[in-house]
């Protein structure tokens, strides 16, 4: 199974703890995602020292404050890094509005420009942002393989399935009870275009929340995405699988 979106360096576990335990679990390959300069340059040594994680570069909308041509050049640096196999997350955040979002838009923008010119995807987030996450992707991201990470965007799902070119991901709180429209979702997505994810250290699945996450916990969560499927947790593993190496390239 494949983790697509975690961040190693927020869990409380070392990395060499977290990735043993998620070879253990059945987990072959984490994409650990960077948030803004730094802590992108973390995942990246990250991936540097274990052959099963890969690392995502980039700025998170809650970190765009002030983002500047200095930030995007070293993002664009970390982002050839043979490692670095997808630019995010980015996208926008009006749930907090930790940057302003004239901020927020214009690192979107320069990382949807980084992701094109590298041929790499871009991993997005968003919250209380619909409506302009999806018109900007529309109207700029043409071309770009796009991942919309913990996919909650149930009453769009058609309009985000007519792009070819974007995957949609499912973390842990598909498995929570009030998740009846993101496991309907689920359903739905063409096993081509279906990752699943942890976002650890955050959405802990069934049955064990409560407890941090961490990636070795994807395997519970894609254990709903099959049983809602109407897959069995082996067919839904190797189209999982196949759709991470469409998407990242590996």
Sequence with gaps: MIDSHTHLSSCEQPDEELVADALEAGVTRIVTIGTDAENSGVSLAAAERFPEVYAAVGMHPNEASDFNDADFATLARLAEHPRCVAIGETGLDYYRDYAPRSDQERAFGAQIELARSLDKPLVIHTRAADDD????????????????????????????????????????????????????????????????????????P????????QPAHVVHTARAVAAHRGQSYEELEAAVERSAAAVFGW
């Design 133 to 204: 996450t999806l018109a900007i992707l529309a109207e700029r991201a043409e071309g770009v393989r796009v991942i919309l990470h913990c996919f909650s965007l149930v009453e769009r799902v058609a309009e985000c399935l007519a792009h070819e070119d974007w995957w949609l991901s499912f973390a842990g709180n598909l498995t929570y009870n009030t998740a009846e429209g993101i496991r309907a979702a689920a359903a739905l997505v063409p096993a081509e275009r279906l990752l699943v994810e942890t976002d650890a250290p955050y959405l802990t």
């Design 206 to 213: 069934v049955p064990l929340r409560g407890r941090p996450n």
